[in-house]
């Protein structure tokens, strides 16, 4: 029972992980649009976005770990940190590893944020539009679960939330760049 505390803490911890990067995604997808209304204010969706991002950090660190100490999976730490460099799934750990990088390049980024120019900062940002579906990826490629029929609509509905935030989001780009910014204030 002991060796098994680690494959469902990486399990738990992973599909954790996958809920709050669909979250903290589309918390700042739908930052970057403005979004308020008389009930929901603007400030609300970026301190979400932010306080869901460092959440998700803690259940991306406890995933990796348990997975790397895991004596069933028996990953290692050269695999959870080398892309392909796995003897289990190579490509779809390579997913979760690059992922992983560029998860701690927007965290690091929004913690130098004063620090670096608004150009560079949102340069990093835009890695997001490859870091969730690479997230994605390793979920639905890895994951032990990733068929089971309550996972797929975990999967469904977590694919369905960053699409519809996506598609609000360029929708709205669109919408600003044909209008003008104030002409969509009004």
């Keep these: 029972m002991s060796d098994q ?10 599909i954790v992980s996958l809920l709050m990067l669909t979250a903290s995604a589309s918390f700042g997808l739908v930052t970057v649009t403005r979004f308020q209304s008389a009930g929901w204010p603007r400030l609300f969706n970026y301190e979400m976005h932010r306080r869901i991002s460092l959440l998700s950090v803690l259940f991306l660190t406890t995933h990796v770990l348990a997975a790397i100490l895991d004596p069933y999976l028996k990953l290692g730490l050269a695999a959870a940190l080398v892309p392909f460099a796995s003897s289990w799934k190579p490509v779809p750990v390579a997913l979760g590893v690059i992922s992983l990088y560029l998860v701690v390049a927007l965290i690091a980024s929004s913690l130098l944020r004063r620090r670096l120019s608004q150009r560079v900062w949102r340069l990093v940002h835009w890695s997001s539009y490859l870091m969730w579906p690479l997230a994605f990826a390793h979920t639905v490629t890895s994951g032990t679960d990733a068929l089971a029929p309550w996972m797929l609509v975990v999967e469904a509905v977590c694919l369905a939330i960053v699409s519809g935030a996506a598609t609000w989001r360029w929708v709205d780009r669109g919408a600003t760049m044909v209008l003008g910014p104030r002409a969509l204030a009004r």
């Excluded at 505390?5 to 992973?14: N, T």
């Design 5 to 14: 505390i680690l494959w469902f803490a990486a399990r738990g911890a992973g």
